[in-house]
């Protein structure tokens, strides 16, 4: 067995330029292989000319209704703020959430061009091996 079988990558944030204003990702289902236990997020950033873009992770019940940022004691890391000196970087967070569902929101204030990021969480510990990739 290898890592690509003990993990899967979904696409929360799609990587775009993003100005003043809050983002919301899509909807990641963590039941893959009968269900996920734990999760990283990926923050991958482009060129960021201005503005402070902070990032939080919110889990959900139903991935619909009842968004709530997931418990500080859950969280392993820091979740990052992206600024100026983040060009090309990447922010790693890992998670033991309690919901089905997870997003990733990014805020964004004092930015008039803004910058580029995207997010992507890396689902593993799951109850079926190998994880399937469809």
């Known amino acids: 067995m290898s ?16 100005t003043d204003g809050t983002a919301n990702g899509t909807a990641v289902d963590r039941v ?9 997020l990926i923050v991958n950033t ?6 402070s873009h902070a ?5 959900s019940a139903d991935g619909s209704t ?13 979740l990052p703020t992206v600024v100026a000196a983040n060009d090309d970087t990447v922010f790693e967070v890992g998670f ?12 964004s204030t004092g930015s008039t061009t803004g910058g580029v990021f995207g997010c992507v969480f ?13």
């Open 3 to 18: 890592t690509y079988d003990d993990i899967v990558a979904k696409k929360s944030l799609s990587p775009l330029p993003r």
């Open 32 to 40: 893959v292989s009968g269900g996920t236990g734990d999760a990283v």
């Open 46 to 51: 482009g060129t960021i000319t201005d503005g």
């Open 55 to 59: 990032i939080t992770v919110q889990e």
């Open 66 to 78: 009842g968004w709530a940022d997931v418990a500080a004691a859950n969280i392993q890391g820091s």
């Open 96 to 107: 033991r959430p309690t919901q089905r569902y997870l997003r990733a929101v990014a805020t």
């Open 122 to 134: 890396i689902l593993g510990r799951s109850r079926v091996s190998p994880i399937s990739h469809a």
